[in-house]
């Protein structure tokens, strides 16, 4: 007679946008059964019934073992791990949610990808604060779409943590034949990259909507990545983590597909769209905008020199037309490349 398996725990996915949907599908697929949350009780029981987010992954259906939750305590009764899948501006409320339903042994996880507006932080020191510093904390992040993931085309990401064990048991929980996930120590870098290179996907898109061509494109990349290693390393992260997934992959991710809605709401900018046009016609959570004031104070406060971010927050908040700002990039003091601003 053959061993019977063991069932592999239950993980809590909180959050059904486009992004907590997809890994919800990716965590089923890999085996797991998945709860998927959400604040929004009428969509979910939607997803249940259509077995699908018809709003935001409409060609993806759910896995068998993916269930809709409504109730949070319910969702996370019983879970090993629970990934919150939330914007920035909801990350700390949500983790108080958690806060008072979690088990003692349950590793917290998120998808979140900023500084917090208010109090410039990281998300993994929002939830040292809410959490305390003993629970199992990571960050997934990296060049992942979450069309694509939904569809299940090959996919690498990086997940980050302080505690080795359980970065690695995530990456392995998640993995399949086509999703591959790799471990990092360095929160900090993992973290200031998925933050920095939303408000340079944004300067992208402005730049590729007036029409500044391919030349200025990879200008701003290379020297926006320079930029996010200098306050990366500033705040403690170590500088591989920059031409790593977590890094170089997601910038060049984001400031060059129009899957990315930072990038599409840059064009939309140029076009002649207000910010409040474009949010709306876009319809989803564009953390670039936010991100953008987010990035420029900590930089500020840190006295690192982002001229990119800089010139970006200019356009987005005091309405310095974009092609004014690159023709003051163009014409700053000559340099060398290499440790230069």
């Given at each position: ?157 990086t997940i ?135 990035v420029y ?25 974009a092609a ?18």
């Amino acid at each position: 007679m053959a061993a019977a398996t063991t069932p592999r725990a239950p993980i809590a996915v909180l959050g059904a946008g486009s992004w907590g949907t997809a890994l919800a599908i990716q965590f089923a697929r890999a085996g797991h059964g998945v709860r998927l949350w959400s604040r929004d009780a009428a969509s979910l029981a939607r997803m249940g019934s259509a077995r699908h987010n018809a709003r935001y992954l409409p060609d993806a259906r759910f896995p068998p073992d993916l269930h809709v939750e409504p109730d949070l305590g319910l969702a996370l009764r019983g879970t090993r791990d629970a990934i919150i899948v939330v914007p920035s501006h909801a990350f700390r409320g949500v983790l108080g949610q958690v806060a008072q339903r979690i088990d003692p042994d349950c590793g917290i996880a998120w998808a979140t990808k900023g500084f917090e507006l208010s109090t410039g932080l990281l998300p993994h020191q929002v939830a040292g604060e809410v959490l305390g510093a003993r629970r199992k904390l990571a960050v997934l992040s990296g060049p992942t779409f979450a069309k694509e993931v939904g569809a299940g085309l090959p996919t690498a990401m990086t997940i980050a943590s302080l505690d080795e064990a359980f970065a690695l048991r995530l990456a392995e929980d998640i993995a399949s034949e086509k999703f591959r996930a790799y471990t990092s120590t360095d929160i900090i870098g993992v973290e200031t990259g998925g933050a920095v290179k939303n408000v340079l996907a944004v300067g992208a898109g402005l730049s590729d909507g007036l029409g500044f061509g391919a030349n200025t494109r990879i200008a701003l990349i290379t020297r926006g990545l320079a930029e996010m290693m200098r306050l990366g390393v500033a705040l403690g992260a170590r500088s591989e983590t920059f031409m790593g997934l977590a890094g170089l992959g997601d910038l060049v991710l984001t400031c060059t597909d129009d899957q990315s809605r930072n990038r599409r709401f840059g064009l939309l900018l140029a076009g002649g769209a207000t910010a409040d046009e474009a949010l709306g016609r876009i319809g989803q959570v564009v953390e670039g905008y936010p991100a953008a004031r987010a990035v420029y104070a900590v930089a500020q406060r840190k006295g690192v020199s982002m001229p990119i971010v800089a010139g970006i927050h200019r356009t987005l908040y005091d309405g310095v037309p974009a092609a004014e700002v690159v023709r003051e990039l163009m014409t700053r003091p000559v340099r060398a490349e290499v440790d230069s601003e």
